[in-house]
């Protein structure tokens, strides 16, 4: 379609066994390699946390255009734009609805930058605003659906330079079992502020949560966090 269809009906109608022969290896190797470098630099903790899974497909087609289909043959602009447009994309939920076009219009957006030529569209910037714009405006995510909620915790993850584990100092690894802990476990909320109802409404609250291994986050159970 050069670009212009990803929809279903399109891709049963034309694709054929051909084009597995023909691009699956490549694909895999794009895509796997797309995944290992959002894990490396940390702007991931686990796919199964990613925001968004479907924007792996514009990376997959920058680093397609890249010299070698090799992330390190990157400029410092090109990686500052591509980690602007992963994290503006997130906070602005630019995914969230039409994925079909905007998969598109951000693979074309990538191969230029992957190029290096500019983006004459400035309209482009204007889709990529952020819905949060203060630290009250996270107060009201609370739902782990949420790619906001999900935006929150990676990015954390981002500005760490990897989240620990919590009974050790090693790195967090992509395979983990991750949960999304309460810093402040529901328990001990209901128990030590049963009769504040502010509290209480922000128990589920992103602000107090945290990722941690499902088998850490267990043997925390209802303690408090200066206890755990």
Known sequence: SEGKEVDKAYILTNLNHNH????????????????????????????????????????????????????????????KFLKYWY?????????????????????????LIAKNQKIADRIVFNRLKPQVEGYEDLLSYSKKGSVIYK???????????????????????????????????????????KNNEQVLALTDCVVNRTLMPKITNIRIGKKAPSAY
């Not at 903790?45 to 479907?54: D, F, G, I, K």
């Not at 330079?161 to 001990?188: C, V």
Request: proline share 2%; net charge negative; glycine share 4%.
């Open 20 to 79: 597995f022969n023909t691009y699956w290896d490549k694909a895999c190797f794009l895509f796997e390699s797309s995944l290992n470098y959002l894990y490396k630099e940390n702007i991931i903790l686990s796919q199964a946390w990613m925001p968004y899974e479907n924007m792996l497909i514009p990376l997959m087609m920058f680093l397609n255009e890249m010299k070698g289909n090799d992330f390190s043959q990157m400029d410092e602009n090109q990686q």
């Open 87 to 111: 994290w503006a994309s997130v906070f602005s939920q630019r995914y969230s609805s039409g994925s079909n076009e905007v998969i598109i219009q951000d693979s074309n957006i990538l191969k």
């Open 151 to 193: 935006g929150i915790l990676n990015i954390i993850n981002y500005e760490a330079k990897g989240l620990k584990d919590w009974t050790n100092t090693s790195k967090l690894s992509m395979s983990s079992k991750l949960e999304d802990h309460h810093i402040f476990p529901t328990a001990f909320i209901k128990e030590a502020y």
